[in-house]
């Protein structure tokens, strides 16, 4: 088998008491790969502890959000020339072990993009009422959108070959990324598919998403996929 230029990609913001756990596990099981964070102007020590552990940092100036500042990952990773990248958050919740898994599917598939699932095998932890009904509505919303069911839409632990990493470098939806982004990869009629892959409570912080962000966040993400939708039926004509 060639050699596969790949980049390990961790965003991160406010995630002191995770981040260089996470580096480090991941350095463990893929030993010799680059791991970059992008530090989302951080107001911690999320950058240096970073640092510490052994990956590249890449400082943002300003705080993106996560969208923001998953595509400067993907834009630096895209200029180097890396055949593919894969996600890891930040916080830990994550498990580097299924790295591997998602590499192979990337290969093997010849798809533009692995979703590590918790629930592709009728499992998963769920974070509360609200986050699980918010991702059976989605799985319902994007099935007939894609044209096939996504068992773990808001997933993060994401792997991209260099096809969708030269689209998302140009253009990464910005505040919740996850499920627009999959509108984008249909409506370019790219692959996708899932892996099962175990996820793990966060180590550190807490989540971004409050109790009255995840009533929010269905809307806004409805209305993304409503744009994305707009633009594509615009083409078309």
Do not use: W
């Not at 230029?5 to 002191?16: G, T």
């Not at 969208?67 to 994550?94: K, M, N, P, S, T």
């Not at 260099?162 to 939806?173: G, M, Y």
């Not at 009255?212 to 409805?222: E, N």
């Amino acid at each position: 088998m060639k050699d596969v230029k790949l980049l390990i990609l961790i965003p991160a913001y406010n995630e002191e008491g995770a981040v260089g756990g996470v580096v480090r596990e991941v350095r463990e099981v893929m030993p010799g790969v680059p791991v970059l964070v992008v530090d989302d102007c951080s107001g911690d020590a999320t950058r240096a502890v970073a640092q510490e552990a052994g990956a590249r940092v890449l400082p943002l100036p300003y705080h993106l959000g996560l969208g923001g500042c998953v595509q400067a990952g993907y834009r630096l990773a895209f200029e180097l020339g890396y055949d593919y990248v894969i996600r890891v958050d930040g916080d830990g919740q994550h498990d580097p072990r299924y790295i591997p898994k998602i590499l192979n599917a990337l290969e093997r598939e010849n798809c533009e993009m692995v979703i590590g699932s918790r629930f592709l095998n009728g499992e998963g932890n769920h974070s509360g009422f609200l986050r699980h009904a918010g991702i059976v509505f989605f799985r319902a919303m994007l099935r007939p959108i894609l044209g096939k069911p996504v068992r773990d839409p808001t997933s993060g632990f994401v792997g991209v070959n260099r096809t969708a990493l030269a689209l998302f470098s140009r253009s990464f939806p910005l505040e919740y990324p996850e499920i627009e982004a999959l509108v984008v990869l249909q409506r370019k009629r790219f692959r996708f598919i899932e892996v099962p892959c175990a996820m793990r409570a966060r180590r550190a912080g807490r989540s971004t998403i409050t109790a009255l962000g995840s009533l929010y966040y269905p809307i806004h993400v409805l209305l993304g996929v409503f744009v994305n939708v707009l633009k594509f039926e615009r083409r078309r004509k």
